[in-house]
């Protein structure tokens, strides 16, 4: 693989995105009208954060409770017949009704509010299905549970495991009866008998999502849209996979990052590490599954943490301070090479390469032709910045990611010295006045700096667009502003409102100069 050719788009979660219908959270019906804002503005991707199913309550799309499926959240309810059938918003109680209002009204994300409207829209609207279409055994009915055969592999493990984790009180895993823990064979049968009505809806949840999602593609594809998912590296602890897979997804010790510049001693996430010589003995089939699931929702593939599958930094009793896995630079640069092959077969990937990397993550990943990342204020060599016309082609160019303050943030608190060095490197601000002031002309020529790069892909923030300083996300801190971002326009009016019809407009010109 190399590049889906010259092109830019959008970095903006699905979450964020704001619709007159929804429920206070972006969901897959609000994307028709940014596919349209992004025809007019030229734009051809759209990188969204993951959009797996996350553990009940929490914000955090990262929060993975399994490497496959969707996060039922996304859902469009207005686009689900059985709710709509069950009475839709009509049949909501005073008290709920007013707390939709205030959800859809919120600048952010109000989870608070989120969860149990769905939770209870959900459950009103399956009952729904099961009195009209299951009993009777519909075209419906058959649809799904053709579905939910051919997705078995993945599907009755994740929906088994969500069942019992609801009937355990949320209680993690390891903490269930040791039938259920360890997963022997007969008391896994006979739970998932007393719980199939629950096993059931889970799995059509999973099956209303992928509806949905496929449906969004489809248009996508009519606006010229490629779509670009996030891959996590790891999965969570307590999650479907780690329950069902626990040779190759290991607790035993706990996975992070070595001590850097930032950090004396580094970072421990908490997190399982996997077992690459475990999943080597059945030829990888889980990883293989996971990106073969992965590769059938996207056109391109982010993925997360890409220095993970050349080493893993580990902590456990024997060495609390850390270790790599595997323990020599050889083995790192033949696992990597090994894995980024598997995970790129058939499929395009952008490799986030970012942090603490040695330099041969990056020689491998060019040889491979996959493209790593370029964040413009990290490309410098101490105090001078690199000229992004000089980037390599194979590789994605951006102003900022997720975790990352936005443009206008971090040119406003750059030190004087860092904006002039920026000014001379970067051959779009040339002839710009340089000063602390975030100003049209030097938010202009950051975007066009960007654009203008060698780099095939250029993937820009949405607040970097429209030059705003609200986050996504502050690494390191626990806020209800984090994962909470919405946009402050309705999709549907992104093309009469001012401020955004006018980005577009600009950032059309921008790109057609940039030959994207």
């Known amino acids: 693989m190399s590049t889906p050719g010259r092109l830019s788009g959008l970095l903006l979660p699905l979450f964020s995105l704001r619709a007159p219908t929804d429920f206070g959270i972006g969901d897959f019906g609000a994307l028709d009208g940014m596919f349209s804002w992004m025809k007019a503005a030229r734009q051809k991707l759209l990188m969204l954060l993951p959009l797996l199913p996350t553990a009940p309550g929490d914000s955090s799309p990262y929060a993975t409770r399994s490497a496959f499926g969707l996060n039922p959240l996304f859902i469009d309810l207005h686009a689900l017949p059985e ?11 005073e008290e709920q009704r007013k707390q939709l209002a205030e959800a859809r009204a919120a600048p952010r994300v109000r989870y608070d509010l989120v969860f149990p409207l769905k939770d209870a829209a959900f459950a009103r609207a399956f009952d729904t299905f099961e009195e009209q279409h299951w009993t009777r055994q519909t075209e419906r009915a058959r649809a799904f549970r053709q ?46 008998t007393e719980l199939e009505r629950r096993v059931r809806y889970h799995a059509w949840l999973q099956w209303v999502a992928e509806q949905q999602w496929d449906a969004a593609r489809a248009r996508a594809k ?33 996975l992070g990052v070595p001590p850097d510049d930032f950090s004396a001693t580094g970072q421990d996430w908490g997190l399982p590490y996997f077992d690459f010589a475990a999943m080597q003995k059945d030829d990888y089939a889980w990883l293989r599954a996971r990106a073969k699931k992965a590769a059938s929702y996207y056109d391109l593939r982010r993925v997360d943490h890409a220095v993970g599958y050349f080493r893993q930094w580990i902590r456990d009793e024997k060495t609390p301070t850390g270790r790599f896995i595997p323990p020599d630079e050889e083995s790192h640069k033949r696992q990597g090479r090994k894995h980024f092959e598997l995970l790129s077969e058939g499929a395009g990937i952008v490799a986030e390469d970012l942090g603490v990397i040695p330099p041969f993550v990056r020689q491998i990943l060019a040889e491979l032709k996959l493209p790593g990342y370029r964040v413009m204020r990290w490309e410098r060599d101490d105090s001078v910045y690199r000229n992004p016309h000089q980037f390599p082609a194979v590789s994605l160019v ?57 780099s095939d892909l250029c993937v820009l923030p949405w607040q970097d667009v429209l030059g705003t300083r609200d986050r996504i996300n502050l690494p390191g801190s626990m806020s209800d502003s984090n994962w909470a971002y919405r946009i402050s326009q309705d999709v549907g009016a992104l093309m009469t409102d001012p401020t955004t019809k006018d980005a577009a407009e600009k950032l059309a010109w921008l790109t057609a100069s940039a030959r994207r």
């Open 147 to 192: 579905w939910r055969e051919a997705q078995a592999d993945w599907l009755e493990t994740y929906a088994l495991f969500t069942a019992i984790s609801e009937e355990q009180q949320r209680r993690a895993w390891w903490e269930w009866p040791e039938g259920l823990r360890t997963r022997q064979p007969e008391a896994l049968r006979a739970k998932a």
């Open 222 to 254: 009519t606006q010229d849209v490629l779509l670009c998912g996030d891959e996590p590296f790891i999965i969570g602890q307590d999650s479907a996979d780690c329950w069902a897979n626990p040779t190759i997804l290991r607790r035993d010790a706990r």
């Open 83 to 93: 709710f709509i059938a069950s009475g839709g918003e009509g049949a909501f109680s």
């Open 398 to 454: 951006t102003t900022g990611t997720h975790d990352t303050d936005t443009m206008a943030e971090w040119w406003e608190g750059a030190r004087d010295d860092e904006r002039q060095a920026a000014a001379r490197a970067w051959p779009e601000l040339q002839g710009v006045t340089v000063t602390r002031e975030f100003t049209p002309e030097v938010h202009r020529g950051l975007l066009a700096a960007a654009l203008n790069s060698s």
